[in-house]
């Protein structure tokens, strides 16, 4: 079930607001949250769901045995069957085809290719189940020993399938103790409705020109329309994200919960180390802290610094997907930030040159997102389009793309551009209490009409994937 979906807007949030808060304690409320969480998962993946309970279970035995006994080979247990059982659902079969090149070196026969589906979520909720247990492994007395309510924790439903990562000392006080309130579901209405128009007014417009410029022959368009595929999906992939951890968030604060914020404001980054404090907070904040600082983090020499760097880049690469390509662009990212620092580029005080490194940096991005989308061979061959180094573009072709884009794309990757940055926040403005009134009362309009136009285009039937749900 998607959240930018008629189903979950028109009827299953709203039964599950009405039910939480008729029911007035804490136990039973937080029994319907995980309920409905159960539920909402059941949906779309029914065969998984005893998995993901079953995953609950021994994280509770195993958090359990942790707290009485904080032994390094308990956590490293726990840790390595949760490890395993994404191993098998998400790598085994791309385990199994680099198997297969290296013993064809040897002439031995080649083992089974075994591909199971993947459960949706599987990595975001295997990751919460670690902080789990590192939390409760340093701290013991975090230990939940209500089953229920670290099945809550982990599975849900705002952030259960695509995130923002929730570590358990963040969050494990407002499981038993945390307060409702009017303006609380205020606004996390607001923060929803805001996600929702990023995800169905912008990341969908985007995916629908790059999705198609890339579903032709890449010998038959040029370098533009290379270029406007590589901008729409750099938007395609922020907006789309960033628009699913605004609901998320959102739906949490309705409930209470307060999540940390994922995104701030990525592509307005000064270098690659900036850009990385400010995408996937979540999933960056959770490598830096469990891995690596553990393996010394800056604390060593250059050049352990850099290994270190460049684990944390190849876990964060292979995290996103199965493939040579999400390795690469990990380990690029890696290279990119260890030249940086190394250099001091990150550290340019000339005003100019700031600046100048700052358009280089998102340039980078968006090459880097090419590779990402596309695999590891097309994403060179549209490098090489894209730097006017390709012998395969045509004339008749370089104008390909005017047949896949019209005006509204234009409009919306106008919208798209002004706000990936945050150029509003120097803007301070004292109003006096009439406008101020006024202001409230148009920002409340503009949000019902965004929401308005979002459910128009779902009801229409609308391009509506989501990028993150196959992680």
């Not at 680099?98 to 013993?103: S, V, Y």
């Not at 399938?161 to 969050?171: E, L, S, T």
């Not at 985007?206 to 890339?214: E, F, H, N, R, S």
């Not at 922020?238 to 699913?244: L, M, Q």
Request: charged share 10%.
């Amino acid at each position: 079930m998607l959240f930018s979906s008629i189903t979950f807007i028109g009827f299953f949030l709203p039964i599950v607001i009405a039910l939480y808060f008729i029911v007035p304690q804490r136990t039973f409320r937080n029994a319907i949250l995980l309920i409905a969480s159960l539920l909402f998962y059941m949906w779309g993946e029914p065969r998984f769901v005893f998995l993901m309970v079953a995953s609950v279970l021994f994280n509770y035995a195993m958090g359990l045995l942790i707290a009485n006994r904080p032994q390094k080979k308990w956590l490293a247990l726990a840790v390595a069957v949760d490890i395993g059982i994404l191993f098998i659902f998400k790598y085994l079969g791309f385990s199994c085809i680099i198997l297969n090149h290296l013993i064809s070196f040897l002439h031995l026969n080649q083992v089974a290719v075994v591909n199971f589906a993947l459960p949706i979520g599987i990595s975001f909720y295997t990751f919460q189940q670690i902080t789990y247990l590192v939390d409760v492994y340093r701290n013991p007395q975090l230990v939940q020993r209500n089953v229920l309510n670290l099945g809550l924790y982990i599975v849900f439903f705002p952030q259960l399938i695509a995130g923002p990562i929730v570590r358990y000392h963040d969050i494990s006080q407002q499981i038993t103790d945390r307060r409702e309130s009017l303006d609380g579901v205020c606004q996390g209405f607001q923060r929803f409705i805001i996600g929702l128009a990023k995800k169905v007014l912008i990341a969908n417009n985007m995916a629908l020109v790059c999705d198609t410029i890339y579903a032709a022959d890449f010998m038959s368009y040029g370098a533009s329309a290379a270029w406007i595929a590589a901008i729409a999906y750099t938007l395609q992939i922020f907006y789309d994200f960033s628009g699913y951890s605004d609901m998320a968030i959102g739906l949490a604060k309705i409930f209470g919960f307060n999540l940390l914020e994922n995104f701030n404001y990525p592509y307005a980054a000064s270098s690659i180390t900036d850009f990385w404090r400010r995408w996937h907070i979540s999933l960056t904040s959770f490598f830096r802290d469990y891995v690596y600082i553990p393996l010394g983090g800056n604390r060593c020499s250059a050049r352990r610094t850099a290994l270190n760097r460049g684990a944390v880049f190849f876990l964060t690469g292979l995290w996103h997907g199965a493939a040579f390509n999400f390795i690469l662009w990990g380990l690029l990212h890696g290279a990119a930030m260890t030249i940086e620092r190394s250099l001091k580029l990150n550290e340019i005080r000339n005003f100019v040159g700031r600046q100048m490194y700052r358009i280089f940096t998102l340039l980078v991005i968006v090459m880097l997102w090419v590779l990402f989308r596309n695999g590891t061979i097309d994403g060179l061959h549209l490098w090489q389009k894209m730097l006017g180094f390709s012998g395969l573009q045509s004339g008749a072709g370089t104008n390909l793309w005017l047949f896949f884009v019209d005006c509204k794309f234009y409009i919306v990757l106008a919208v798209a551009l002004i706000f990936a940055f945050p150029w509003w926040r120097g803007i301070k403005l004292n109003l006096s209490p009439a406008l101020s009134g006024f202001a409230s009362a148009l920002k409340a309009a503009t949000l019902i009409f965004l929401l308005l136009l979002c459910l128009a285009n779902l009801a229409n039937g609308t391009y509506n994937p989501f990028i993150y749900f196959r992680f």
